[in-house]
């Protein structure tokens, strides 16, 4: 698992941390099953404080995308891409609900703004 936290960006270190590795697990490159590197030894990883990386692991864990067995370590929750698909389809609807706002504030039409949307499909 390869994690890069950037001191340039707004977002905290912990934030970044717990970004990548929901990533890692949406996109499939950490498997259900799967260890977590230890809290300690990312952070050692990392040269960042335990404290940080727990709090990443607490926030995985919250979201319930990895399970922590006492003694043994985390690892990628089974069974989690039905929770990961709502989540992800809640944070598309408040961004789409962003945009339409704001395409309204603009004055963009119906038409006009789902031509933009088309147009950035298109591009990927």
């Known amino acids: 698992m390869e994690l890069i936290i950037r001191n340039v960006t707004n977002q905290p270190i912990y934030d ?3 970004s990548q590795i ?14 977590l590197p230890s809290i300690r030894a990312l952070a050692k ?10 709090r990443a692991y607490d926030e995985l864990e919250a979201q319930g995308l990895i399970d922590t067995v006492a003694g ?9 891409l039905d929770l990961i698909r709502e989540q992800q389809l809640r944070e598309l609807e408040d961004h ?9 504030r603009c004055g963009l039409s119906r038409p006009e703004l789902e031509g933009m949307l088309g147009v950035l499909l298109e591009e990927e």
């Open 45 to 54: 990883d990392l040269k960042i404080s335990v404290i940080t990386t727990k």
């Open 72 to 80: 043994k370590g985390c690892f990628v929750a089974e069974n989690n």
């Open 16 to 18: 970044q941390i717990y």
């Open 22 to 35: 929901k990533t890692q697990i949406i996109t499939g490159q950490l498997r259900p099953g799967e260890a």
């Open 96 to 104: 789409l609900a962003s945009a339409a706002a704001l395409a309204r």
